[in-house]
Each structure stands twice: as structure tokens, then as C-alpha cells.
């Protein structure tokens, strides 16, 4: 047993020795280098902080019963909700200004709703949507039909003018593509882009739009070869998406919805038509369509070429009450 333990003794010092050549190392690292491991560590110590903060909320415990943890915000975003924290660290080099924000995107797990309470969750994304728009930061007002050919360089259209409240017209943008004012090459990138219509909306071309909410009502076309990372559509007498678009968010109407020739609407979505009787929500040719299609007092359509996510691995809007679920988090 002596041996035994005396041979212990001569591991354990050579185990301290390797560990203390990568500790000496790092003592010697170039100050830029320190710097970067230290941004790194208080990086992964806010994220840690901040998914912490998360999951209190989320198992419903009351705010500052962790010490130590940000406080969660909480904010509509479209259909779902979005909760921010707030960096802790208030040090001279890590100030609330220069801190890490983290922001979550949190839906609500699948359950099964009456008819009532899906019109009821209609009108109320129908009323947030219309309200966003009309309050958003340079809304501009305008009357007639309007189309819009050029974005600028900054990836805005027509000199900055986002959004619009278009009053008894139209709206049509035919942006990208072959058309009468010739081809343009490079598809077209419209970070955000805004629309109160009192009539039909048009959106055809070659376009990447980060978001795009449109609030009409007439009729809405999307068509052509274009995409958005986050949409909000309310289309009052229908909404059409067709051909090569690809979009992922709410589309509502109080009509008709049709998605079909291929279109994508990509996870997590929501298309909700809601009436009084005969609406629809309809896919086909090969579309595809991951989240919740559903017409509440109406029939939900779709032939065998389309592909239709499982709607229990779907994500309920925020005025559908269930168990919340966070499904994207991003540093902001």
C-alpha cells in the first residue's frame, strides 16, 4: 500500500505541471489577445445571465427571485412575443450602454381552440398590426395609385420612404425583374417596408425584404420571385401568394387565403382566414407551408403535392394562451 501510495504523489505533480504550462502561457498573451479572451468570457457570462433570466420567467418564478439575474422585458412582435434582457455588468468597461442585449422570440406550444377564440386572436393581430403601422416613425400619407421602381443604395425606397399610408388607391411595387423600365439585374434588398392601404397591394419583382407588413383592404398578391424574413399581412378581401415566394410570419384575411405555384412559407408560420362562413385557406401546386393554417368557421384546402408541417409542432400567437416556448434567441 505504501508503494501504491507513493506513486500517486509523482502523477499528481506532473498533472499540476502540464496545466501550468497553458496558465503561464496565457499570462504572456499579447494585451489585444487578452483583451479578446476577456470580451469572449463576459460575452458567454451576459449569454448564460441572460438564458437564465429566460428560464425563470418561463417556469413562472416572480422577477428578482434570482439575484443576480436581468430583468425581462416584454414586447409584441407581430404574432409572437419578444423578451429582451438587459446586460448586469455596470463596470467602467462594461457599461449598461456597451453591454450585451439578448433578445428572444417566445410562441406559445400547440393547443386546441374553439372558434371564438380563434376570430377573437384574429382581430386582435389584425388591430396590432393596423396600429404599428399607422404609429410607426416617418409614416408618410398619401392618396392615389402609387408604385415605387428604385431602391437606394441604403436599402430603402424612394428616398427613405418606408412607410406609407396609402388613402383610397392602390398600391403596386414592381420592384426587380424584366419589366417596361428594363432588367435589373441584382436582386433588390428593402430592409423594412411598411403599408396602411385603402385598397388592393400588389408586390411582384425580384425583392428580399427583411420585414414586410401590409395592412389592406382589398386584396393582397405577393408574386414572383419574392422573399421576406418576416412578414405581417392582413388582406381584408383575400391574400394570394404565388410563384417563387418565400416568406415566414402571420397572414390573416377575413376572406380567402390561397399559397400555391410553389410558394414557401417557411417556420414558424401563421395563416389565419377568418368570416362568417364559406372562407378558406387553400394550398396547392406543390407549395409549402410550415406552422398553423386554419380557418376557424371555414375549410382548410390543400391537395397532395403540398407539404404542410405538422400543426402540433406549431407556434400559436400571442393571444392564444398556452405554454410559451422560446424558439429564437439573437445578441442584439
Known sequence: MKSVRGSALPLVLGVLLVLSIPLTSMLRLPGTLRRTVSLVANETQEMYLAESAVLAKLENFPEGYFAGLPAVESRI??????????????????SVGRGFYFGFLVGNAYARFGTSEWARCAVTLERNLRERILQAEGLKNVSGNRRFFKVDSSGVIDGGITVLNVNAGDLTLDLGGDDAFGKMPERLSVRLFMANVEGNVKIRGNVHFDTLRIYSTGTVLLQGNVSADFVEIFGQSGVNVEGNVLLAGVILSKQNIEIFGHAEAHFPSVAIAVGYRGNSVKLSEKSVFEGLAIAPSGIVDRDSSVVLLDSSKTLLPFCMDSRKVVFERRRL
Open 77 to 94: 412582435l407581430g404574432p409572437w412575443t419578444q423578451w429582451l434582457t438587459r446586460p448586469v455588468r455596470k463596470t467602467e468597461k462594461y
